[in-house]
């Protein structure tokens, strides 16, 4: 069974950064893909960042490129999120998410069984 824990948000202003993690147990599959998504009071979930297992492929959304980078540490079995220049708009609640089937496009919510709890992220202006 799948586990997944974010931690890390916080509450900065505009220009700061944060580092959220995606910590993960019970994953066994020989190829998957992690996403961190948000989602922010009253909007639907978007994809924000990907990275797939074992190629380490990542893909972004364009609101955060160049700004947000993902990572995995395999020995620590995390996801890092580094997140710089935070804007207001980045305010939302941050969730990850594996899928191991990868049929659908990285940014579908509906791609994915796996879900954390979530971790809240504030950008002040």
């Known amino acids: 069974q799948v586990q997944l824990v974010e931690s890390g948000g916080g509450s900065v202003q505009a220009g700061g950064s944060l580092r959220l993690s995606c910590a993960a147990s019970g994953v066994t599959y020989r190829s998957y893909r992690t996403t961190w998504f948000r989602q922010a009071p009253g909007k639907e979930r978007e994809g924000v960042a990907v990275?797939?297992?074992?190629?380490?492929?990542?893909f972004d959304a364009e609101s955060v490129r160049g700004r947000f980078t993902i990572s995995q540490d395999d020995a620590k079995s995390t996801v890092y999120l580094q997140m710089s220049n935070l804007k207001p708009d980045d305010t939302g609640m941050y969730y990850c998410a594996v899928d191991s089937t990868i049929r659908d496009m990285w940014y579908h919510p509906s791609a994915y069984a796996n879900w954390g709890q979530g971790t809240q992220v504030t950008v002040s202006s």
């Open positions: 990275i797939y297992y074992p190629s380490r492929l990542t």
